[in-house]
């Protein structure tokens, strides 16, 4: 069976797309995968920011170039809207938002990631399209909930990785660490498709649409639900870098081929694998770390003999293997340039070839999503600016002059 022969489980399904940057985009990229057509309305004037404008960094374009259509050829934005359609609309002018509102009259979904309050104002919130649409689904992305004495401030991925609480999770002695420019970006994305989903499965039990506000500061937060536990019991952070209260050693070690080792150790069989490594390689090791308990009391020391181990280990990937093999949680810490040649990945047909008018000939990473045991392929490639605009909307004068004589 191929990927093209299975029924996605949201064909059928019209997302009407006001998201821009990241989060959004995330989540109408799962939506996608999934089968809905998703339609991102773009403001010719100012489109999707994530478009750039030719010039912000080269490395964001293909072969470093901007080239002569900047707008199409980013990326980043080719990334996260494959398989969507763009329609171009000036949701700042009565034509355009005439025209706008009898297209999200026939959607299913509405998702944005404005401040709170802002999809409301534009005429598009859940109050006003249910009036028109009982069956519509409108999804909220807002920065900080709709209640809080924050709603209306701007926050980016940055700012939602602090505000749960990860930073200082992540952090060490020294503070707070920032585990990603805008890790909070996907995340809430994830939340708001599940949010869809969620939405559209009460829809189908009920017959009545719904409205989900996601506060992306709070989207976060669930993922750490172990820490919040711990520390109501009393129980501090770990104040290692990639330290973990269950082990020793547990974190991330340089070897001498540049590669890094995420090792854990979580109780005394997997200790005696990684140690027979440690002895066999002439490390001296004392009796006494056979003891769990006693080796997280010196995880000091543990930490510093796995690190200077590591420092002479010149096959990571043999070394990793062989750990994995008994039994100890280990990996080599991939980045994208080892990502995109990962033999695993290639197997799984993770990545995709997909033809780009502007941006040309490129794989683009796929999603961890399969459906009947199939891999979501894209259906196609980002959406050239406008480029789909015909197809769903009708002249801008025509609607105005209907909505004039109504």
């Known amino acids: 069976m191929s990927p093209e022969s299975v029924r996605r489980p949201l064909e059928g399904v019209r997302v009407f797309d006001l998201t821009h940057v990241w989060s959004g985009p995330m ?78 009259a026939g959607c299913d979904v509405v998702v944005s990631n404005y401040r ?63 585990t990603g420019f805008a890790i ?18 009460r829809r189908r039990a009920t017959g009545r649409g719904c409205h989900v506000e996601i506060p992306q500061s709070e989207a976060m937060m669930p993922l750490f639900g172990e820490a919040f536990v711990a520390e109501s019991r009393g129980v501090p952070r770990v104040a290692r870098l990639n330290g973990d209260v269950t082990g020793a050693p547990h974190g991330l070690f340089e070897t001498a081929d540049g590669s890094w080792m995420a090792v854990g150790v979580h109780d005394d069989d997997q200790w005696s694998v990684l140690a027979r490594q440690l002895r066999d390689a002439g490390h001296d090791l004392p009796d006494r770390w056979a003891d769990a308990a006693v080796r997280r009391g010196e995880v000091a020391d543990v930490d510093a003999a796995v690190a200077a181990w590591a420092r002479g280990v010149t096959d ?64 196609g490639p980002a959406p050239l600016l406008g480029e789909h605009t015909g197809e769903y909307v009708r002249p801008v004068h025509t609607v105005a002059e209907e909505a004039a004589t109504a």
């Open 116 to 178: 709170a309050g802002v999809l409301s104002r534009m005429g598009f919130g859940y109050a006003e399209l249910s009036a028109i649409n009982p069956q519509v689904v409108v999804v909220e992305m807002t920065a900080f909930p709709s209640t809080s004495s924050q709603a209306t401030s701007a926050g980016f991925g940055a700012q939602f990785d602090a505000a749960s609480g990860n930073t200082w999770l992540s952090g060490d002695e020294h503070g707070p660490i920032l």
């Open 184 to 201: 909070g970006d996907p995340v809430g994305g994830l939340f708001a498709a599940s949010a869809v989903v969620t939405g559209l499965a």
């Open 27 to 104: 989540g109408t990229r799962v939506l996608a995968a999934l089968g809905a057509e998703v339609l991102k309305i773009e403001n010719p004037a100012r489109p999707d920011i994530l478009r750039g404008n030719g010039a912000d960094l080269r490395l964001r374009y293909p072969d470093g170039e901007y080239g002569s259509d900047p707008l199409n050829r980013n990326a980043w934005f080719n990334t996260q809207n494959v398989g969507k359609r763009s329609v171009s609309l000036d949701l700042k002018s009565d034509e355009g938002r005439a025209a706008a509102r009898e297209l999200a």
């Open 316 to 379: 990571a990937d043999r070394v990793v293997e062989a750990l994995q093999d008994g039994g100890v949680p280990a990996g080599v810490s991939a980045g994208p340039a080892s990502l995109s040649s990962d033999p695993q990945l290639a197997a799984t047909d993770y990545f995709t070839e997909l033809d780009h008018p502007s941006a040309g000939r490129h794989p683009y990473p796929g999603l961890p999503l399969r459906v009947d045991g199939q891999r979501t392929v894209p259906h």
